[in-house]
Protein backbone atom coordinates (compact mmCIF):
# COMPACT_ATOMS: atom_id res chain seq x y z
CA UNK A 1 0.00 0.00 0.00
CA UNK A 2 1.39 3.43 -0.87
CA UNK A 3 0.64 6.41 1.05
CA UNK A 4 -0.48 9.45 -0.72
CA UNK A 5 -1.39 13.68 0.54
CA UNK A 6 -3.95 14.65 -1.98
CA UNK A 7 -5.35 18.29 -2.12
CA UNK A 8 -8.35 19.76 -3.54
CA UNK A 9 -9.46 23.42 -4.01
CA UNK A 10 -13.07 24.52 -4.71
CA UNK A 11 -13.96 27.55 -5.80
CA UNK A 12 -14.50 30.75 -3.63
CA UNK A 13 -18.31 30.23 -4.02
CA UNK A 14 -18.95 26.81 -2.38
CA UNK A 15 -21.06 26.41 0.45
CA UNK A 16 -19.99 24.68 3.61
CA UNK A 17 -22.68 22.18 2.69
CA UNK A 18 -21.16 21.32 -0.90
CA UNK A 19 -17.36 21.28 0.55
CA UNK A 20 -18.94 18.30 2.79
CA UNK A 21 -20.56 16.55 -0.04
CA UNK A 22 -17.44 16.88 -2.02
CA UNK A 23 -15.37 15.22 0.83
CA UNK A 24 -18.01 12.69 0.92
CA UNK A 25 -17.98 12.20 -2.56
CA UNK A 26 -14.27 11.93 -2.94
CA UNK A 27 -14.16 9.67 0.41
CA UNK A 28 -16.70 7.28 -1.67
CA UNK A 29 -14.58 6.75 -4.51
CA UNK A 30 -11.25 6.19 -2.62
CA UNK A 31 -13.25 3.65 -0.34
CA UNK A 32 -14.97 1.77 -3.59
CA UNK A 33 -11.31 1.59 -5.05
CA UNK A 34 -10.03 -0.37 -1.93
CA UNK A 35 -8.50 2.37 -0.63
CA UNK A 36 -8.50 3.99 2.68
CA UNK A 37 -8.70 7.49 3.80
CA UNK A 38 -6.44 8.19 6.77
CA UNK A 39 -7.71 11.63 7.85
CA UNK A 40 -9.22 14.18 6.19
CA UNK A 41 -8.91 18.44 6.94
CA UNK A 42 -10.56 21.32 5.85
CA UNK A 43 -8.14 23.98 5.72
CA UNK A 44 -11.28 26.46 4.63
CA UNK A 45 -10.82 29.55 2.52
CA UNK A 46 -7.48 30.60 1.82
CA UNK A 47 -6.23 33.21 -0.90
CA UNK A 48 -4.37 31.98 -4.09
CA UNK A 49 -1.04 33.57 -5.16
CA UNK A 50 -3.05 34.03 -8.45
CA UNK A 51 -5.88 34.15 -10.39
CA UNK A 52 -6.98 30.68 -10.81
CA UNK A 53 -10.66 30.51 -13.25
CA UNK A 54 -11.05 34.73 -12.02
CA UNK A 55 -10.94 33.48 -8.42
CA UNK A 56 -8.71 34.76 -5.79
CA UNK A 57 -9.40 32.18 -3.21
CA UNK A 58 -10.28 28.38 -3.00
CA UNK A 59 -11.12 26.15 -0.57
CA UNK A 60 -8.54 23.34 0.82
CA UNK A 61 -9.48 19.95 1.26
CA UNK A 62 -6.56 17.69 1.97
CA UNK A 63 -7.20 14.04 2.82
CA UNK A 64 -4.25 11.42 3.33
CA UNK A 65 -4.71 8.57 1.96
CA UNK A 66 -3.72 4.80 1.74
CA UNK A 67 -3.73 2.88 -1.36
CA UNK A 68 -2.59 2.02 -4.62
CA UNK A 69 -2.03 3.88 -7.98
CA UNK A 70 -5.81 2.70 -9.36
CA UNK A 71 -7.14 4.76 -6.46
CA UNK A 72 -5.26 8.10 -7.36
CA UNK A 73 -6.27 7.62 -11.18
CA UNK A 74 -9.87 6.71 -10.74
CA UNK A 75 -10.21 9.90 -7.97
CA UNK A 76 -8.07 12.51 -10.61
CA UNK A 77 -10.19 11.18 -13.49
CA UNK A 78 -13.70 12.40 -11.26
CA UNK A 79 -12.03 15.48 -10.25
CA UNK A 80 -10.71 16.64 -13.29
CA UNK A 81 -14.29 16.74 -14.64
CA UNK A 82 -15.47 18.34 -11.96
CA UNK A 83 -16.61 22.20 -12.10
CA UNK A 84 -16.68 22.99 -8.45
CA UNK A 85 -12.82 21.82 -8.36
CA UNK A 86 -10.35 24.84 -9.16
CA UNK A 87 -7.26 22.51 -9.31
CA UNK A 88 -6.19 19.11 -7.44
CA UNK A 89 -2.38 17.83 -6.43
CA UNK A 90 -1.65 14.39 -5.20
CA UNK A 91 2.08 13.70 -3.26
CA UNK A 92 3.21 10.46 -2.86
CA UNK A 93 5.32 10.29 0.65
CA UNK A 94 7.14 8.04 2.78
CA UNK A 95 5.05 7.90 6.23
CA UNK A 96 2.07 10.44 7.23
CA UNK A 97 2.51 13.49 9.84
CA UNK A 98 -0.68 12.98 11.55
CA UNK A 99 0.64 14.97 14.73
CA UNK A 100 1.02 18.64 13.04
CA UNK A 101 -2.14 20.71 12.47
CA UNK A 102 -0.51 23.16 9.51
CA UNK A 103 -4.06 25.22 9.39
CA UNK A 104 -5.41 25.36 12.53
CA UNK A 105 -6.87 28.50 14.05
CA UNK A 106 -4.12 30.40 16.15
CA UNK A 107 -5.80 30.21 19.11
CA UNK A 108 -6.12 26.24 19.03
CA UNK A 109 -2.52 26.87 18.70
CA UNK A 110 -2.77 28.23 21.86
CA UNK A 111 -4.65 26.11 23.61
CA UNK A 112 -2.24 23.16 22.90
CA UNK A 113 0.83 25.18 23.84
CA UNK A 114 -0.53 25.82 27.55
CA UNK A 115 -1.41 22.18 27.84
CA UNK A 116 1.88 21.37 27.38
CA UNK A 117 3.64 23.57 29.55
Not at 4 to 22: M, N, V, W
Not at 55 to 70: E, T, V
Not at 75 to 91: A, F, G, M, Q, W
Request: charged share 35%.
Amino acid sequence: MNLYEHTIIARQDTSPAEIKQLTEKYTKIVEKNEGEIVKTENWGLINLSYLIKKNRKGSYIHFKIKGNGKVINELEKNESIDKKLLRYLTVKVKKFDLETSYFSKSEDIDKKEVSKN
